[in-house]
T-cell receptor
Framework: GAGVSQSPSNKVTEKGKDVELRCDPI?????LYWYRQRLGQGLEFLIY????????KSGLPSDRFSAERTGESVSTLTIQRTQQEDSAVYLC?????????????FGQGTRLTVV | QQQVKQSPQSLIVQKGGISIINCAYE??????FPWYQQFPGKGPALLIA?????SEKKEGRFTISFNKSAKQFSLHIMDSQPGDSATYFC??????????FGKGTKLSVKP
């Protein structure tokens, strides 16, 4: 596709349920990021995949959060036993080169609401 | 070491005025300093970026000023327009790590 695609665009879930968010990066982009953005707040780094290297998981807020990426393609962010504080927009971005030194292209985000 | 501090949190400017947003970083390994613009309901989009080998970069009405010794960089929007009203994020990155964002500045340009 032409850009980073995220699905679903909106997700409402009940507290305690698991959710899976999907990100399709731009083809050929080796780096992929997940960020969380609470209402009116900044971008909170969650996890960073860099080619075939071990991902940087230092931003994951708890062990309820995990993410996977298959090669240089699709990534999924999974939140287990969702809590109301998990309500936010989850943004995915990809970039052409390894490392944070080239333009990152963002998707539109998935708006997660935990009720 | 990994933080990027951004100020102000919000900014109101009259049409035609200059908007200035400042950022500071700590990690000297950073070598890429982009600014992103985000409109409500959209993902952030790259506005302009600079590398530390230059002190200033200008693209149209947007200018980045970079002070390597002070570890600071700023975005200047000249002749600010109502269409510039958005949230602006500075960021810093390096080849060995990921992209770290500031907390954002909500800019409102009044007609």
């Amino acid at each position: 596709g032409a850009g980073v695609s995220q699905s679903p665009s909106n997700k409402v879930t009940e507290k305690g349920k698991d959710v899976e968010l999907r990100c399709d990066p731009i083809s050929g982009h080796t780096a992929l990021y997940w960020y969380r953005q609470r209402l009116g707040q900044g971008l909170e780094f969650l996890i960073y995949f860099q080619g075939n290297s071990a991902p940087d998981k230092s931003g994951l807020p708890s062990d309820r959060f995990s993410a996977e990426r298959t090669g240089e393609s699709v990534s999924t962010l999974t939140i287990q036993r969702t809590q109301q504080e998990d309500s936010a927009v989850y943004l995915c971005a990809s970039s052409l080169a390894l490392g944070g030194s080239t333009e990152a292209f963002f998707g539109q985000g998935t708006r997660l609401t935990v009720v | 070491q990994q933080q990027v501090k951004q100020s102000p949190q919000s900014l109101i400017v009259q049409k035609g005025g200059i908007s200035i947003i400042n950022c500071a970083y700590e990690n000297t390994a950073f070598d890429y300093f982009p600014w992103y613009q985000q409109f409500p309901g959209k993902g952030p989009a790259l506005l302009i970026a600079i590398r530390p080998d230059v002190s200033e970069k200008k693209e149209g009405r947007f200018t980045i000023s970079f002070n390597k010794s002070a570890k600071q960089f700023s975005l200047h929007i000249m002749d600010s327009q109502p269409g510039d009203s958005a949230t602006y994020f500075c960021a810093a990155g390096g080849s060995q790590g990921n992209l770290i964002f500031g907390k954002g500045t909500k800019l409102s340009v009044k007609p």
